[in-house]
């Protein structure tokens, strides 16, 4: 009895063990045709480390199944794959497959891919023998999807941002001043440049994806002409939060890095600096209240001294804070080569200075709120002073005219009552 028992624990054992079998895919290189077409593209196969680590991220993907069946086995392994000064690949990537759905008695379906920085696949498809998987595998195939072979390679920039943040503290910081962590793919802005003392330009969006609980987003868009991709790139992406601060990052990519995600660092109310503290939910919310100075020749003006003439009453009085700034939208460089920022570009507040159509506004917001809270002194002033700055508007100038009108009523006004008592 003793003996059976112990048979019957061996066959389990054994049945077991043969059902975690695991088989090595040995991925050894890329064709030579794969490779010029490769080359002449520009295109490259996308390699990078893991986030905070030197370990190679995945990026050699396989996938077994039976021929005609979906149940399918998975492996994934790592290779760092630089092209020689030919264009050509010579690597070896070993990768594991557990075999739990596959039936080793019947063909086998193989594929084995790479990714590209164009976000193409570099590929391998075939109907086999289960016995013939120990072969090397030579990636034999190159386009925009290894399961599509209608869709011919594209050549796309490819890049993935992230406005999740790594620190915890910063996270949560975030969150609570937010009241949430959400973006939108309307949020991101993108900004791009290859030379570090040109101008950044603001890439048109074309966002893809939405993983991540909505943190991120996909861009995707043809090559820009200007780019290089055999050389290093410079990145700066920024999400708009509905306090109208950002959260963000700056990164330089490697040619090979393409296919990384990258993740926002800092939280500011100005994106790109640092330095810059968040806005509150109080402080973007409500408007901060004017203060009303006096002159001593002045007398608090009525509420029939303030009512609008007929010519500017349909001009909305603007109510917002003195401290709000329009977004400052990002100048292309002025290389021959450079790409024309879409007028639909989302426009993002940086520390590079106040243009001079940002200091008109703020400027005009100033004088309203001076208006609205009847300080046509100081109004006027203010009127005059965006005057200057756009000669052509004829909004201050009449503004500024109706502010001299009130101050002339409430001093015309005051002679006369002073005038009763004597």
């Known amino acids: 009895m003793q003996k059976l028992y112990s048979v019957l624990i061996f066959l389990c054992i054994t049945g077991f063990l043969q ?26 196969l996308s390699w990078f480390t893991s986030r905070g680590s030197d370990k190679l991220a995945s990026n050699v993907f396989v996938e077994l199944s039976n021929v ?33 759905k596959v039936d080793k008695s019947k063909p086998v379906h193989l594929e084995v891919m790479i990714q590209t920085i164009f976000g193409n696949e570099v590929f391998y498809l075939k109907d086999l023998d289960f016995s013939a998987l120990s072969e090397p595998i030579m990636l034999n195939g190159y386009m925009w999807r290894a399961t599509n072979e209608k869709i011919s390679p594209e050549k796309d920039l490819c890049i993935e941002f992230s406005s999740y943040i790594n620190d915890a503290d910063l996270r949560k910081k975030v969150s609570e ?60 992406f920024a999400a708009e939060s509905r306090l109208k601060n950002y959260v963000w990052g700056e990164y330089s990519v490697k040619p090979h890095e393409y296919r990384k995600e990258y993740r926002a660092t800092h939280y500011s109310s100005i994106a790109f600096d640092p330095s810059a503290k968040p ?77 001079t159509k940002n200091a008109y506004q703020e400027t005009i917001t100033i004088a309203d709120s001076l208006f609205a809270a ?19 508007e004829k909004y201050p100038k009449d503004q500024a005219e109706i502010c001299g009108q009130k101050l002339s009523a409430i001093k015309a006004k005051k002679s006369s009552s002073r005038g009763g008592l004597n």
Do not use: C, H
């Open 19 to 44: 059902a975690q079998e695991t088989i090595t895919i040995n991925v050894s290189g890329v064709t030579p045709e794969v490779a010029q077409k490769m080359k002449a593209s520009g295109d490259r």
């Open 68 to 100: 005609g069946e979906k149940k399918t086995d998975r492996g994934r392994g790592a290779v760092q794959a630089d092209p020689d000064a030919s264009g050509m690949y010579s690597f070896s990537a070993p990768v594991e497959v557990e075999i739990k």
């Open 177 to 236: 001043n937010e009241g949430g962590y959400k973006f939108d793919r309307s949020d991101f802005s993108v900004f791009l440049k290859q030379d570090k003392n040109a101008e950044w330009v603001q890439l048109k969006d074309k966002l893809e994806g939405g993983i991540s609980n909505g943190n991120s987003i996909n861009l995707t868009n043809p090559m820009p002409s200007w780019i290089d991709p055999s050389k290093e790139l410079f990145v700066r």
């Open 279 to 355: 806005n509150t939910a109080n402080a973007v919310t409500e408007a901060e209240p004017v203060t009303v100075i006096k002159e001593s020749i002045e007398e608090a003006p009525t509420k029939e001294d303030v009512k609008a003439p007929e010519n500017i009453a349909d001009k909305p009085i603007v109510k917002e804070t003195p401290k709000a700034q329009e977004k400052e939208a990002v100048k292309a460089p002025e290389s021959k080569k450079a790409v024309v920022v879409s007028e639909t570009a989302k426009p993002v507040k940086t520390r590079a200075g106040v243009s």
């Open 374 to 392: 009847l300080n046509y002194t100081e109004a006027k002033s203010k009127y005059e002073e965006a005057s200057k700055l756009k000669p052509e």
